[in-house]
């Protein structure tokens, strides 16, 4: 649920495609109302909306018991937030921007953790693909072996397609540095991928100069 109507247009439009159902709602009071008759799996919910933020929303489901898991979808990055917004119930916290891929993750991860089926949870690019359920990796139809590091760094470039990461994104997420980490590791298990995934063509690991990393197929 979120306030603004292109994104949430969007979210609902994608998730659909990938399989979900979806129950749109534009405000905390239409999403508490909804649930008289709606009983979803899980509620993606943005703090900022009309009329009662996602803090109070989650804080009156628990309070009356009810235990649907929450996604909260938010512009607030503070840590204050995200610690009030897990301490009130919710069962994670994604901050905008964000990419599709990773959000779907997130739900794909608590629909697990609660024992409730979800849609494919394989990450394609190109002829790479990982099984996220398998714990499988193939390129070109072959089974490329990883390491746990190895196959999270994978994991976070595919979520992440297309976009540029930075050592320091990379560092807090893959290795949960709060960016205080050496940006060398880094380096190190990119030319550990490139040796392992993209030992065949098209690339599809990047260096961008001063920026990052990013997973995409090559611009012909």
């Not at 205080?180 to 100069?209: F, M, N, Q, S, W």
Request: overall charge negative.
């Amino acid at each position: 649920m979120d306030d603004e109507d292109n994104l949430r247009s969007m979210l609902e439009a994608a998730l659909r495609h990938l399989g979900f159902e979806v129950h749109p709602a534009a405000s905390g009071r239409e999403a508490l109302d909804a649930l008289a008759t709606v009983r979803p799996d899980l509620i993606v919910l943005d703090v900022m909306m009309p009329d009662l933020d996602g803090f109070e929303v989650v804080r009156r489901l628990r309070t009356e018991g009810n235990r649907i898991p929450v996604l909260f979808l938010t512009a607030r990055d503070a840590t204050e937030d995200k610690v009030r917004g897990l301490t009130l119930g919710a069962d994670d916290y994604l901050v905008k921007p964000f990419s599709l891929e990773e959000l779907v993750a997130r739900i794909q991860s608590i629909l697990r953790r609660a024992g409730l089926s979800q849609p494919d949870t394989v990450l394609r690019c190109a002829d790479l693909e990982m099984d996220d359920d398998a714990h499988r990796v193939l390129r070109a139809g072959e089974e490329v072996g990883l390491s746990p590091t190895e196959y999270n760094l994978l994991r976070y470039l595919l979520l992440n397609q297309g976009r540029v990461m930075s050592k320091a994104q990379i560092l807090d997420h893959v290795w949960q540095y709060d960016f205080g980490g050496d940006g060398g590791v880094v380096e190190t298990y990119i030319g550990y991928l490139r040796r392992k995934v993209d030992a065949c063509d098209p690339r599809l690991i990047h260096t961008i100069r001063g920026v990052g990393y990013t997973l995409r197929e090559q611009r012909t």
